[in-house]
């Protein structure tokens, strides 16, 4: 049989209770469409083919009924879009049987790399069952292969080239409640991700995500940041009007300089950051982060952050010369909410002074309220009796923040 598409050949044998079909076909699937049943017609209603996929089947039935069929065969496609996204060329081993079909040994290849494994798309229980799927393409490109609506989640993140991943388990769709599907990521070029309006360069990563009903669970996050590393874990909500989730991130030796430059436009000279940070929140929207955490400077420039340069200025009016003490080590136990970092034990030491204090910085809206008390030491301690006078005031903006004498 011949169409516009392509040809069809088969060889049908039709006995009581037995029933054959051996077909080739080089037909668009688009042109039997309304021959399938109507979860078939849905399925098929998302591909785009450029050319008709070159297919070979042998069927077996009970009778004519489509419904007591099953074959088995092989599948050839050229460059085919599926659900929007594009692929070179695939091809598989297929099998279908009671509303499901499975494709064995499937390859695929993108511009940019290539995936394999198996996988059976289930009309009847309306769900995806993976297993050992590897692929080296992009995953904000190849999710809507799964399921479109997952492509909000996989977005943000910003490989550079694309990570090797390897996905096992069940995806439904239509409400089905028993998803469970593995996947882990190892993406050795790095990438990129936007955190509090700056974009964090990690140089490799690694994690593992599972995905339930209306949940993504990612944990063994494991990255290098800034020449030191990022441990993590994230739960987050998948439900519709619920973008609620729950992460808790360490951070160790990262490199003190990089992070001011990248954050103030500031380049400090050396030092570590280390820190932890447990936090809660509403999808994209800051203000609603809640949290607390530990962080750390050794060894670094505390007058690079830009709401304590100031202090260098009055500290050497006070006693000459400690203004060029650099405060090296700082700590501070914190909390976050509503746009607030607020601590109530600041504290940071140099040679000739330290610095204690308590206070809010309202990220979100560029103030600050802090107070600190200086405390000398070296000449500046015979002015201890005077402490009183070295305490001070930050107020104004985070960016040029006005520092003066405590009222008392």
Request: with cysteine; glycine share 10%.
């Amino acid at each position: 049989m011949r169409h516009q598409t392509g040809q069809l050949r088969a060889d049908l044998f039709d006995a009581p209770n037995d029933f054959r079909l051996n077909l080739e076909s080089t037909i668009s699937p688009e042109a039997v469409r309304p021959l399938v049943p109507r979860e078939a017609n849905e399925f098929l209603r998302e591909w785009q083919w450029q050319r008709s996929p070159a297919i070979r089947m042998a069927i077996r039935g009970t009778d004519r009924n489509p419904g007591s069929w099953q074959g088995d065969g092989t599948v050839a496609l050229g460059r085919t879009r599926f659900r929007g996204t594009w692929m070179n060329d695939a091809n598989a081993q297929i099998h279908f049987a009671e509303g499901a079909v499975t494709c064995e040994d499937l390859h695929v290849t993108r511009d940019e790399g290539a995936g394999s494994g198996s996988f059976t798309y289930d009309f009847k229980r309306h769900e995806v069952r993976i297993s050992n799927v590897r692929s080296s393409l992009y995953p904000a490109e190849a999710i809507f292969w799964i399921d479109p609506q997952t492509w909000k989640t996989v977005v943000p993140y910003k490989f550079r080239r694309p990570p090797n991943v390897v996905a096992n388990g069940v995806y439904q769709f239509r409400g089905g409640k028993n998803t469970r599907l593995e996947i882990k990521v190892d993406g050795a070029n790095g990438m990129d991700y936007a955190f509090l309006g700056k974009t964090l360069p990690f140089d490799r990563v690694s994690a593992r995500l599972l995905f339930t009903k209306d949940r993504l669970q990612i944990s063994d996050v494991r990255a290098d940041l800034l020449a030191g590393t990022l441990r993590g874990n994230a739960d987050i909500s998948l439900a519709r009007n619920d973008p609620k989730y729950r992460a808790g991130l360490s951070v160790s030796e990262i490199n003190f300089p990089r992070l001011t430059d990248l954050y103030y436009n500031y380049k400090t000279a050396q030092g570590l950051l280390r820190g932890t940070y447990e936090f809660t929140g509403l999808g994209s929207d800051w203000r609603t982060m809640r949290g607390s955490g530990k962080v750390e400077v050794s060894n670094g420039d505390v007058f690079a952050i830009p709401i304590f340069g100031p202090l260098s200025g009055i500290l050497n009016k006070i006693v000459p010369g400690s203004g060029y003490s650099i405060a090296r080590d700082a700590t501070a136990n914190f909390k976050v909410e509503n746009g607030i970092i607020h601590t109530e034990d600041f504290e940071a030491a140099a040679a000739l002074f330290s610095m204690l204090g308590h206070g809010d910085i309202h990220f979100l809206d560029d103030k600050l309220d802090f107070n600190l008390r200086l405390d000398m030491k070296g000449p500046g301690i015979l002015l201890t009796p005077m402490y009183k006078l070295f305490e001070y005031a930050g107020e104004g903006s985070l960016k040029k923040p006005d520092w003066h004498p405590k009222r008392f």
